[in-house]
């Protein structure tokens, strides 16, 4: 008997979800180096400082306004549609699309990967705020611990674009700035 790739499934969001596609870099060709122009390292510490100041957040709501300006801010990434000939691993081609098509996923290849990670991080945040106001019966523990989470990743990407964390004149061998929430 022969495997063929499940239909397509079609995907249902409320009015207040964003339709977003996730854009995504393909793992193996992930850049090593990040050379970053001054305008996109502005663009990029903007983001990242905003979308700290929603994960600080005591309202799902509020943060979803604020990751929603960083959006905008941020502005478009211009990417190209990555095909998946060989995944790389043990799964195949069209479990791969399936799973992309099922959870609004788009493999890309962009010259603008350090836009592309972080759209894709305010993205994903902004999914989570939305689940989480649809759900008020999450454990509050959890949602806290998922957006330490988010604030761990984002001062990792603030660390390996070299943007400054505390927006000062300190001594740049201290200790980065830890966010932390309550």
């Given at each position: 008997?022969t495997?063929?790739?499940p239909r397509?499934?079609?995907?249902?969001?409320s009015?207040?979800?964003?339709?977003?596609v996730?854009?995504l870099?393909i793992?193996?060709?992930?850049?090593?180096?990040?050379?970053l122009?001054?305008?996109?390292?502005?663009r990029?510490?903007?983001?990242?400082?905003?979308?700290?100041q929603?994960?600080?957040?005591?309202s799902?709501q509020?943060?979803?306004?604020s990751i929603s300006q960083a959006?905008?801010a941020?502005g478009?990434?211009d990417?190209?549609?990555?095909?998946?000939?060989n995944?790389?691993?043990?799964?195949?081609t069209?479990?791969?699309?399936?799973y992309?098509?099922?959870?609004?996923i788009r493999h890309?290849?962009?010259?603008q990967s350090a836009?592309?990670l972080?759209?894709?991080?305010?993205?994903?945040?902004?999914?989570?705020f939305?689940i989480?106001?649809?759900?008020?019966?999450?454990?509050?523990?959890q949602?806290?611990?998922?957006?330490?989470?988010?604030?761990?990743?984002?001062?990792l990407?603030?660390?390996?674009?070299?943007?400054?964390?505390?927006?000062?004149?300190a001594?740049?061998?201290?200790a980065?700035?830890?966010?932390e929430?309550?």
């Open positions: 008997m495997q063929t790739a397509e499934l079609s995907m249902e969001t009015p207040n979800e964003s339709l977003a996730l854009e870099l793992p193996w060709d992930l850049p090593f180096d990040q050379h122009s001054s305008t996109d390292r502005s990029l510490d903007q983001a990242l400082q905003q979308l700290l929603a994960l600080a957040q005591p799902p509020a943060a979803l306004i959006l905008i941020l478009e990434v990417t190209q549609t990555a095909s998946i000939q995944t790389q691993t043990s799964l195949k069209w479990e791969v699309e399936d992309d098509r099922y959870f609004q890309v290849h962009t010259e836009l592309c972080v759209k894709g991080l305010l993205l994903t945040c902004q999914k989570f939305e989480h106001m649809q759900t008020p019966w999450l454990d509050a523990h949602i806290k611990q998922q957006q330490q989470g988010f604030i761990s990743y984002t001062e990407l603030q660390r390996t674009f070299g943007l400054d964390t505390d927006h000062s004149d001594d740049p061998t201290a980065p700035h830890k966010t929430l309550s």
